[in-house]
Protein backbone atom coordinates (compact mmCIF):
# COMPACT_ATOMS: atom_id res chain seq x y z
CA UNK A 1 0.00 0.00 0.00
CA UNK A 2 1.34 3.22 -0.75
CA UNK A 3 1.78 5.64 2.37
CA UNK A 4 1.14 9.00 0.56
CA UNK A 5 -0.44 9.08 -2.64
CA UNK A 6 -1.11 12.12 -5.07
CA UNK A 7 -3.38 11.92 -7.84
CA UNK A 8 -3.28 13.19 -10.79
CA UNK A 9 0.65 12.60 -11.04
CA UNK A 10 0.57 14.32 -14.59
CA UNK A 11 -1.65 17.72 -15.18
CA UNK A 12 -0.98 19.61 -18.58
CA UNK A 13 -3.47 22.20 -18.62
CA UNK A 14 -3.94 26.29 -20.31
CA UNK A 15 -3.62 29.09 -18.54
CA UNK A 16 -6.56 30.54 -16.58
CA UNK A 17 -7.99 27.11 -15.55
CA UNK A 18 -8.52 25.73 -12.26
CA UNK A 19 -7.23 22.74 -11.44
CA UNK A 20 -7.31 20.36 -8.04
CA UNK A 21 -4.59 17.54 -6.47
CA UNK A 22 -5.72 15.45 -4.49
CA UNK A 23 -3.68 13.71 -1.79
CA UNK A 24 -4.52 10.81 0.88
CA UNK A 25 -1.69 9.74 3.36
CA UNK A 26 -2.97 6.17 5.52
CA UNK A 27 -0.14 6.16 7.93
CA UNK A 28 -2.26 8.05 10.61
CA UNK A 29 -0.15 11.14 10.71
CA UNK A 30 -1.45 14.37 12.06
CA UNK A 31 0.51 17.30 9.91
CA UNK A 32 0.27 17.22 6.30
CA UNK A 33 2.56 19.42 3.86
CA UNK A 34 2.41 20.66 0.35
CA UNK A 35 5.44 21.62 -1.22
CA UNK A 36 6.52 23.07 -4.87
CA UNK A 37 9.49 22.30 -6.55
CA UNK A 38 11.00 24.56 -8.66
CA UNK A 39 13.34 23.51 -12.33
CA UNK A 40 15.65 24.38 -10.00
CA UNK A 41 14.92 21.58 -7.50
CA UNK A 42 14.22 23.94 -4.42
CA UNK A 43 11.64 22.45 -2.23
CA UNK A 44 9.20 25.17 -0.95
CA UNK A 45 6.77 24.70 1.63
CA UNK A 46 3.36 25.89 0.52
CA UNK A 47 1.35 25.44 3.56
CA UNK A 48 0.85 22.85 6.70
CA UNK A 49 -1.52 21.34 8.44
CA UNK A 50 -2.22 19.66 11.81
CA UNK A 51 -5.40 17.94 12.53
CA UNK A 52 -7.49 19.81 10.15
CA UNK A 53 -6.03 22.94 11.05
CA UNK A 54 -3.79 25.70 8.96
CA UNK A 55 -0.99 25.92 10.38
CA UNK A 56 1.64 27.24 8.23
CA UNK A 57 0.37 29.36 5.20
CA UNK A 58 3.40 31.32 3.49
CA UNK A 59 2.95 33.79 1.21
CA UNK A 60 1.39 32.00 -1.54
CA UNK A 61 -1.19 33.54 -3.95
CA UNK A 62 -4.57 33.10 -2.15
CA UNK A 63 -5.25 31.68 -6.17
CA UNK A 64 -4.17 28.28 -4.27
CA UNK A 65 -6.48 26.90 -1.87
CA UNK A 66 -5.99 23.94 0.38
CA UNK A 67 -8.49 21.88 2.19
CA UNK A 68 -8.46 18.81 4.43
CA UNK A 69 -11.79 17.11 5.09
CA UNK A 70 -9.92 15.03 7.37
CA UNK A 71 -7.06 14.20 8.94
CA UNK A 72 -6.20 11.93 6.11
CA UNK A 73 -6.71 14.00 2.99
CA UNK A 74 -4.91 17.47 1.74
CA UNK A 75 -6.17 19.06 -1.16
CA UNK A 76 -4.96 21.60 -3.37
CA UNK A 77 -7.07 23.54 -5.76
CA UNK A 78 -5.74 26.31 -7.90
CA UNK A 79 -7.46 28.92 -9.42
CA UNK A 80 -6.90 31.21 -12.90
CA UNK A 81 -3.65 29.08 -13.44
CA UNK A 82 -0.77 31.36 -14.46
CA UNK A 83 2.69 29.90 -16.58
CA UNK A 84 4.90 30.67 -13.68
CA UNK A 85 2.33 27.95 -11.48
CA UNK A 86 4.49 24.96 -13.59
CA UNK A 87 6.29 23.00 -11.24
CA UNK A 88 6.18 19.75 -9.19
CA UNK A 89 3.96 19.20 -6.21
CA UNK A 90 4.60 17.74 -3.79
CA UNK A 91 2.30 16.46 -0.47
CA UNK A 92 3.83 14.41 2.65
CA UNK A 93 3.41 13.80 5.81
CA UNK A 94 4.37 13.02 9.35
CA UNK A 95 3.24 11.81 12.95
CA UNK A 96 3.17 15.41 14.56
CA UNK A 97 5.68 17.58 13.74
CA UNK A 98 9.14 18.45 11.61
CA UNK A 99 11.63 17.07 13.81
CA UNK A 100 10.00 13.80 12.61
CA UNK A 101 10.57 11.92 9.33
CA UNK A 102 8.36 13.35 6.55
CA UNK A 103 6.71 10.69 3.90
CA UNK A 104 6.28 12.55 0.68
CA UNK A 105 4.20 11.72 -1.99
CA UNK A 106 5.08 10.64 -5.40
CA UNK A 107 4.05 14.20 -7.11
CA UNK A 108 2.25 15.87 -9.11
CA UNK A 109 4.19 17.57 -12.46
CA UNK A 110 1.86 20.68 -13.19
CA UNK A 111 2.69 22.18 -16.59
CA UNK A 112 0.61 25.33 -17.65
CA UNK A 113 0.65 26.06 -21.38
CA UNK B 1 14.98 34.06 8.87
CA UNK B 2 16.36 30.94 9.09
CA UNK B 3 18.51 29.43 6.03
CA UNK B 4 20.45 26.98 5.33
CA UNK B 5 22.72 26.90 2.40
CA UNK B 6 23.52 23.92 1.01
CA UNK B 7 27.11 23.25 -1.11
CA UNK B 8 28.17 22.65 -3.71
CA UNK B 9 24.94 22.76 -5.90
CA UNK B 10 26.06 20.27 -8.54
CA UNK B 11 28.78 17.86 -8.23
CA UNK B 12 29.57 14.98 -11.19
CA UNK B 13 32.75 12.73 -9.61
CA UNK B 14 34.15 9.43 -10.81
CA UNK B 15 32.88 5.74 -9.12
CA UNK B 16 34.91 4.85 -6.88
CA UNK B 17 35.65 8.75 -5.30
CA UNK B 18 34.87 9.97 -2.24
CA UNK B 19 32.92 13.25 -1.81
CA UNK B 20 31.52 15.81 0.91
CA UNK B 21 28.31 17.77 0.64
CA UNK B 22 27.76 20.48 3.39
CA UNK B 23 25.01 22.40 4.83
CA UNK B 24 25.41 25.64 6.63
CA UNK B 25 23.50 28.27 8.45
CA UNK B 26 24.52 30.63 11.31
CA UNK B 27 21.07 29.46 13.01
CA UNK B 28 20.91 27.02 15.99
CA UNK B 29 18.56 23.99 14.65
CA UNK B 30 17.11 21.57 16.72
CA UNK B 31 17.87 18.49 14.37
CA UNK B 32 18.60 18.30 10.97
CA UNK B 33 17.59 15.81 8.58
CA UNK B 34 18.94 14.27 5.29
CA UNK B 35 17.00 13.40 2.20
CA UNK B 36 17.64 12.20 -1.22
CA UNK B 37 15.61 12.14 -4.41
CA UNK B 38 15.82 10.09 -7.54
CA UNK B 39 14.25 11.69 -10.67
CA UNK B 40 10.43 11.63 -10.84
CA UNK B 41 10.10 10.48 -6.94
CA UNK B 42 9.26 12.32 -4.15
CA UNK B 43 12.49 12.76 -1.41
CA UNK B 44 13.33 9.79 1.09
CA UNK B 45 14.60 10.60 4.27
CA UNK B 46 18.31 8.71 4.85
CA UNK B 47 19.21 10.17 8.69
CA UNK B 48 18.27 12.53 11.00
CA UNK B 49 20.76 14.36 12.96
CA UNK B 50 19.98 15.62 16.62
CA UNK B 51 22.46 15.85 19.32
CA UNK B 52 25.48 18.60 18.68
CA UNK B 53 28.86 16.77 17.26
CA UNK B 54 26.94 13.19 16.27
CA UNK B 55 28.46 11.45 13.94
CA UNK B 56 25.66 8.61 11.75
CA UNK B 57 26.77 6.15 9.29
CA UNK B 58 24.74 4.35 6.83
CA UNK B 59 27.18 1.76 4.99
CA UNK B 60 29.25 4.26 2.95
CA UNK B 61 27.17 7.27 3.86
CA UNK B 62 28.90 9.30 7.07
CA UNK B 63 26.20 11.67 8.42
CA UNK B 64 27.36 14.70 11.19
CA UNK B 65 26.16 17.25 12.97
CA UNK B 66 28.30 20.36 14.00
CA UNK B 67 29.22 21.06 17.68
CA UNK B 68 26.88 23.92 17.97
CA UNK B 69 24.11 22.50 15.99
CA UNK B 70 24.46 24.89 12.90
CA UNK B 71 26.08 22.77 10.20
CA UNK B 72 26.43 19.19 9.04
CA UNK B 73 28.00 17.19 6.59
CA UNK B 74 27.26 14.24 4.43
CA UNK B 75 30.58 12.31 3.50
CA UNK B 76 30.37 9.41 1.17
CA UNK B 77 33.04 6.88 0.72
CA UNK B 78 34.06 5.10 -2.73
CA UNK B 79 30.83 6.49 -4.51
CA UNK B 80 28.87 4.34 -6.71
CA UNK B 81 26.56 4.95 -9.84
CA UNK B 82 23.35 3.97 -7.43
CA UNK B 83 24.43 7.33 -5.09
CA UNK B 84 23.11 9.19 -8.00
CA UNK B 85 20.30 11.71 -6.91
CA UNK B 86 19.60 15.26 -5.29
CA UNK B 87 20.70 15.18 -1.71
CA UNK B 88 18.86 17.52 0.30
CA UNK B 89 19.31 18.48 4.14
CA UNK B 90 16.42 20.14 5.84
CA UNK B 91 16.21 21.89 9.60
CA UNK B 92 13.49 21.79 12.59
CA UNK B 93 14.24 25.24 14.01
CA UNK B 94 11.64 27.81 15.40
CA UNK B 95 8.67 26.31 13.93
CA UNK B 96 6.88 22.99 15.08
CA UNK B 97 5.40 22.82 11.71
CA UNK B 98 7.98 24.12 9.18
CA UNK B 99 10.88 22.32 8.00
CA UNK B 100 14.14 24.83 6.65
CA UNK B 101 15.34 23.47 3.53
CA UNK B 102 18.83 23.39 1.44
CA UNK B 103 18.91 24.43 -1.96
CA UNK B 104 19.41 20.51 -2.38
CA UNK B 105 23.20 18.87 -3.69
CA UNK B 106 22.79 16.94 -7.70
CA UNK B 107 25.12 14.51 -7.12
CA UNK B 108 26.07 12.08 -10.56
CA UNK B 109 28.62 9.20 -10.24
CA UNK B 110 29.69 8.20 -13.38
CA UNK B 111 30.78 4.55 -14.23
Known amino acids: DTAVSQTPKYLVTQMGNDKSIKCEQN?????MYWYKQDSKKFLKIMFS???????INETVPNRFSPKSPDKAHLNLHINSLELGDSAVYFC????????????FGPGTRLLVL | TQLLEQSPQFLSIQEGENLTVYCNSS?????LQWYRQEPGEGPVLLVT???GGEVKKLKRLTFQFGDARKDSSLHITAAQPGDTGLYLC???????????WGAGTKLIIKP
Open chain 2, 90 to 100: AGAGDSNYQLI
Open chain 2, 49 to 51: VVT
Open chain 1, 49 to 55: YNNKELI
Open chain 2, 27 to 31: SVFSS
Open chain 1, 27 to 31: LGHDT
Open chain 1, 92 to 103: ASSPVGVWETQY
